[in-house]
Structure formats: structure tokens, C-alpha cells
């Protein structure tokens, strides 16, 4: 019979064994689709979303300019997921969501620090410990380090 504790050890042994790149995976899977979500409903009207930048995002920092300010914010929201989704450049580019994610909780919604709070922890993943296997990013190191072998191994 397995005690507890023994069932607990064993339960995080299975767990230990998910690799990091079928998180990562899903970790760049879910926040591309929560940028690219809210670039889609900034496009499909932006008449409406240069006046919600100037009459609500923007309210308390009114010297920025509403419409420049959406053209940025659309287009780091369809660029850098479309980075991290596919595992290019991948650390860099959670940084302007990062960025986004904290002004948005500092500036424009302070009450919806769930959502931000899940954002920046998908993001802080992707930061911390890169795209996975499973990425252009690993492709492109592999290439890397096969080239620097060659080389070694031709001097």
C-alpha cells in the first residue's frame, strides 16, 4: 500500500517529467492568442479605438497622442506574438508585452490585476527560460552550435 507522502513524491516525479517545451509551447500559444485578440478588436474599428486611447487608456497620461499610441500598441500586439508564437526571438519579444501588460495595469485598469497578473507570468516563463525545443529560436541555436563545432573541429 503507497503512503501519502509516497504518492505525493511520485505524483511530482510524473509532473517533473513534462518537458519544458510542451509548456513553453502552450505558454506562447495562449498569450499570442491574447494579443492577437485584442489587435483584431483594435482593427476592426479605429475610429473607436483611437477615441477609447484618448477618452480611457490614455486619460491619465494626456500628452500622449491617442492615435500614434494605437498605431504602437497594434502593432505590438500582432508583431511580438507572432514572434513568440512561432519561437523567434523569443525572450526579446515578451519584453514590449511585458511593457504593455504593466502600463495597462498601472495606467489603465489597476482592478484587473488577475488578468495581467496571468499575462505577465505566461511572459516572465518565456523570459526566464526561452521558447523550448519546440521553436525557431532552438533551430537557429542548434545551427549555431553545429557551425561553432565545425569550425573547432576545422582549426
Known amino acids: 500500500m503507497m503512503t501519502l507522502p509516497r504518492l505525493a513524491v511520485r505524483f511530482r516525479d510524473l509532473a517533473e517529467r513534462i518537458p519544458h ?3 513553453a509551447l502552450l505558454a506562447r500559444a495562449a498569450i499570442a492568442a491574447i494579443f492577437w485578440r485584442a ?4 482593427l476592426a474599428n479605429f475610429d473607436l479605438t483611437v477615441a477609447l486611447f484618448q477618452d480611457e487608456y490614455l486619460r491619465n497620461l494626456p500628452f500622449l497622442p491617442a492615435a ?3 498605431y504602437l500598441a497594434i502593432a505590438i500586439e500582432l508583431a511580438a506574438p507572432a514572434l513568440i508564437l512561432v519561437g ?3 525572450r526579446l519579444a515578451t519584453l514590449p508585452l511585458i511593457g504593455m501588460a504593466l502600463f ?3 495606467f489603465v ?3 484587473s490585476w488577475p488578468d495581467h497578473l496571468v499575462w505577465i507570468a505566461l511572459l516572465a516563463l518565456l523570459l526566464a527560460r526561452g521558447a523550448g525545443a519546440i521553436s525557431l529560436d532552438a533551430l537557429i541555436a542548434g545551427r549555431l552550435a553545429h ?3 565545425a569550425m573547432k ?3
Open 39 to 42: 489587435a483584431r478588436t483594435k
Open 88 to 90: 523567434l526571438a523569443t
Open 68 to 70: 500614434p499610441m494605437a
Open 21 to 23: 517545451s510542451a509548456v
Open 109 to 111: 485598469y489597476p482592478t
Open 153 to 155: 573541429a576545422s582549426a
Open 147 to 149: 557551425g561553432d563545432a
Open 104 to 106: 495597462i495595469q498601472v
